[in-house]
């Protein structure tokens, strides 16, 4: 065994003696999220706009909504539930990135059970600000659309679409300083990546989807093919 290898072995076996593994819901011992917690999460079979929220066709963004959005539509995964919620603030800002592996098994669950998978080309993680990613160590993003993507052997891109603009957090802004401050946020660096594919955009949650709007935006300037939107749920 690589030397590195065996002292972050016996580095985690250390950590995990003081600070054990224990799970976000209920906190029973031994993994981060149990099978009662998993079961707790709701999967949202309601399909709407991803835009404006009404009901639509399969998650397609509405007629209305597509006259000002490259964005073709979006999934969401469960409900905003308690389970969710929780799930979703330990990945993000907890740091306990693990927890994107169960999180991206029920995607990949999701996608199985709505026969989605087929329809694309590349997964393509919502790109964090660098600053950002430095200061989270991670993208959540990234994590969750890597285990979809390896599970499926799918073309995953982390490079082509980037965030250029650092923007503070979305979460308590209005609508229209939310569109305001994303626009131009994203470009393609490698256009010729992105051209003609079918893409699937990961994010962790959707708010306005303003985020994945402006990524679709960025890709469709690209010439990919189509856009849709895959989240954990919608806040
Ligand atoms: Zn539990
Ligand atoms: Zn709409």
């Known amino acids: 065994m690589d030397v590195r290898v065996a002292i972050h072995t016996i580095w985690k076996q250390a ?5 054990p593994i224990e799970c976000a819901g ?34 397609n963004t509405c007629f209305s909504c597509l006259k000002h959005s490259r964005l ?3 999934w969401i995964l469960g409900k905003y539930n308690d389970i969710m919620r929780t799930c979703i603030k330990h990945l993000k800002y ?34 964090l600000h660098k600053r950002k990613e430095l200061l989270r160590g991670y993208n959540q993003s990234y994590l969750l659309a890597q285990h979809v993507s ?6 995953f891109d982390n490079v082509s679409l980037v965030r250029k603009k650092y923007t503070q957090s979305q979460t308590k802004k209005g609508r229209e300083k939310r569109l ?20 699937l955009l990961i994010d962790d949650v959707l708010t306005t989807g303003a985020t994945l709007s402006e990524c679709a935006q960025a890709l469709s300037s690209a010439n ?6 895959f989240v954990l749920a919608k806040g």
């Open 72 to 74: 073709n539509g979006a």
């Open 94 to 127: 907890y740091g306990i990135r693990d927890i994107s592996l169960h999180l991206g098994n029920l995607m990949i669950k999701y996608l199985d059970s709505h026969f989605i998978k087929d329809n694309f080309d590349i997964i393509i993680p919502v790109p």
């Open 180 to 199: 305001a401050d994303l626009k131009n946020v994203f470009y393609v660096k490698n256009p010729s990546a992105i051209s003609g594919k079918r893409i």
């Open 26 to 59: 209920c906190s029973k011992e031994g993994e981060w999220l149990c099978n009662a917690c998993i079961g707790k999460i709701v999967f949202n079979n309601d399909f709407v706009c991803p835009l404006c929220g009404h009901f639509s066709f399969q998650g």
């Open 15 to 19: 950590v995990n003696v003081f600070f």
């Open 150 to 155: 390896e599970y499926y052997a799918m073309v």
């Open 224 to 229: 990919a093919k189509s856009v849709w939107g």
